[in-house]
């Protein structure tokens, strides 16, 4: 093969990489703009419908089981996740932030949910730990606030007005920008 037969399939080589690599860049910047949007958007099927918010059944790092009651008089964000989940991952320093600034205002609840083995409440914690995360975490051993409130998929957060009501529920991870306007909804 000559010189110049190589350069050019060299070039021809990069410029389709470059090409593809720019089709991707713009490709993902649009999903990304997409996601945004539609992560405001309700997922119950209800739409705005509010309903009284089921109970929960936690423990806390002390040991102390609790229940909802133990949390109401202020509007309240419960978010189920896992130490091993990627966009679970992805949003805790969003709520770490955003529960620093709001903490005096607003209930967060952040339920590891605890199945024995993938994830424990060692692991929960340890991760919150070496993440320097001030979050309160709490612990669903049984799975009972899960099923209480119907969570398929984490991360889920539902966000409950001082009344009790539930207001909204969103699966997926939350931005920082679109948490604070779904606690807009609960003040």
Do not use: H
């Amino acid at each position: 093969m000559s010189k110049n037969l190589k350069i050019l399939v060299s070039l021809v080589i990069i410029l389709t990489f470059g090409a593809f690599m720019s089709a991707a860049y713009i490709s993902y910047i649009n999903l990304n703009k997409s996601y945004e949007a539609n992560e405001l958007q309700t997922d119950s099927a209800s739409g705005n419908n509010q309903y009284i918010a089921p109970d929960i059944l936690v423990k806390d790092q002390q040991g102390n089981l609790l229940n909802l009651d133990d949390f109401k008089g202020k509007p309240i964000v419960i978010n189920f996740w896992a130490s091993w989940c990627g966009p679970c991952q992805s949003e805790m320093p969003n709520f770490n932030e955003v529960y620093l600034k709001e903490k005096d205002n607003i209930e967060f609840i952040m339920v590891a949910l605890i199945d024995g083995s993938k994830e424990t409440e060692s692991s929960a914690s340890k991760f919150i730990s070496s993440k320097g995360y001030s979050l309160p975490i709490y612990f669903d051993q049984k799975n009972t606030s899960q099923k209480n409130y119907a969570v398929s998929s984490i991360p889920t957060t539902v966000f409950i007005n001082k009344d009790g009501m539930v207001v909204d529920t969103f699966t997926g991870a939350l931005s920082k920008n679109n948490l604070e306007k779904k606690l807009d909804q609960i003040r």
